[in-house]
């Protein structure tokens, strides 16, 4: 079946760190894949996603591309701001158009300090 | 435009006591959706309309938890009897083609079974 494997948390930055979570993925055919985040109190938002090979999906200065090769879509920012305190979660669903259940991985927590 | 809406946001319960929640996906969203997220997990989903048929609820316990969308817009999720291990936030999202698929959560409701 399909599964999503991200780092544990909580990971604790400076601002203006360099931040990197790392997310790996098991499916059959082609994925898409997608970074959700939920700051505190609030629903799930998407932050960006990819729906085939090499793709960056890009938003608010974070990034992932799409690593068939890996089966990885690990997020990244060049530097984290306090506001960026939040859980992301990756995920995938099966088929590239998205349209179909999504598969979380647990989430990791962002914790970004002065 | 607005966004999911759910309700309560919170809920207290005792176990075998029966409960319901209720979601307003985005107007025009044809598919919703159900997702459980436990504390520390990624959410999981429970259920899946298109419309007003069921999609998918391969993974909703069909002895203890239902689901109806009638008219095919707003959805119930109701559990009767709850147990201890239903402790949990309840999401609910919705999705459509012109939004590219891409799923839309609302902000849950926190239940907690005593």
């Known amino acids: 079946g399909n599964s999503v494997t991200q780092m544990e948390g909580p990971v604790t930055l400076s601002e203006e760190a360099f931040l990197t979570i790392n997310c790996t993925y098991t499916?059959?055919?082609?994925?898409?894949l997608f970074w959700y985040v939920q700051y505190p109190g609030e629903g799930l938002q998407l932050l960006l996603k990819?729906?085939?090979?090499?793709d960056k999906g890009s938003n608010k200065g974070f990034e992932a591309t799409y690593r068939k090769e890996t089966t990885s879509f690990h997020l990244e920012k060049g530097s984290v701001q306090v506001s960026d305190s939040a859980v992301y979660f990756c995920?995938?669903?099966?088929?590239?158009?998205?349209?179909?259940?999504?598969?979380f991985g647990t989430g990791t927590q962002l914790k970004v300090e002065l | 435009e607005a966004g999911v809406a759910q309700s309560p946001r919170y809920k207290i319960i005792e176990k075998r006591q029966s409960v319901a929640f209720w979601c307003n996906p985005i107007?025009?969203?044809?598919?919703l959706y159900w997702y459980q997220q436990i504390l520390g997990q990624g959410p999981k989903l429970l259920i899946q309309?298109?419309?007003?048929?069921?999609?998918?609820d391969s993974q909703l316990p069909k002895d203890r938890f239902s689901a109806e969308r009638l008219k095919g817009v707003d959805s119930t999720l109701k559990i009767q009897p709850a147990k201890l291990e239903d402790s949990a936030v309840y999401l609910c999202?919705?999705?459509?083609?012109?939004?590219?698929?891409?799923?839309?959560f609302g902000a849950g409701t926190r239940l907690s079974v005593l």
């Open positions: 107007s025009g969203h044809a598919t």
């Open positions: 499916a059959t055919g082609y994925p898409s």
């Open positions: 990819a729906t085939k090979a090499d």
């Open positions: 999202a919705s999705s459509s083609r012109l939004s590219k698929n891409i799923q839309y």
């Open positions: 995920a995938l669903s099966p088929f590239a158009g998205g349209g179909n259940k999504l598969t």
């Open positions: 309309f298109q419309n007003n048929g069921v999609v998918d």
